[in-house]
Each structure stands twice: as C-alpha cells, then as structure tokens.
C-alpha cells in the first residue's frame, strides 16, 4: 500500500507502478464511489467497436430468447423516464 498527498487544489497523483499495473494512461477516465470512510477509483475503459458491437448482438439474442420486443423496451425506457420503478 502506497500512501497518496492532496494538493491544495484537492488532486492526487497516482503512482506510476499502480498507473502501469492499471494500464492508465493519460487522458483516461476514472470512476469513484465513496463508501463510508473508503474512496474506491476504477478505470473506465470504452469497448473497442468489436466489442461493442458483440455485446449488442448478446444483448439482442437474450432479449430475442426471453421473448422481448422493440416495444417492449420501449415501454420500460418510457416507465424509467417517468422515475418509476420495476
């Protein structure tokens, strides 16, 4: 465990083994969550188009198995939007 020095504008760096083992380079972006007194960062990381387009198709069979429609995400979209639940 390596200890990490706030700077008077609030930001941290990351130490450059933990950047490496991370495969975090510059310009990527990071999730954070706060649970009680831990703060946990993660690497966001965006599929590649292949990847993308796999899950979709994935997607697209399970829904298709389970007997979804078009319509009938369409009306659960429209339900979130409404701020209802399940």
Known sequence: MDVLKVSSKGQISIPAKA???MNI??????AY?????TLVIKPIKMPSEEEFRN??????AWASSVGLTEA???????EVRKGKRG
Request: no cysteine; net charge negative.
């Open 19 to 21: 950047r490496k083992e």
């Open 25 to 30: 380079k510059y310009g990527d972006r990071l």
């Open 33 to 37: 969550i706060v649970f009680g007194d």
């Open 55 to 60: 899950s979709l198709d994935e997607a697209q």
């Open 72 to 78: 009938d995400i369409d009306d659960a979209i429209k």
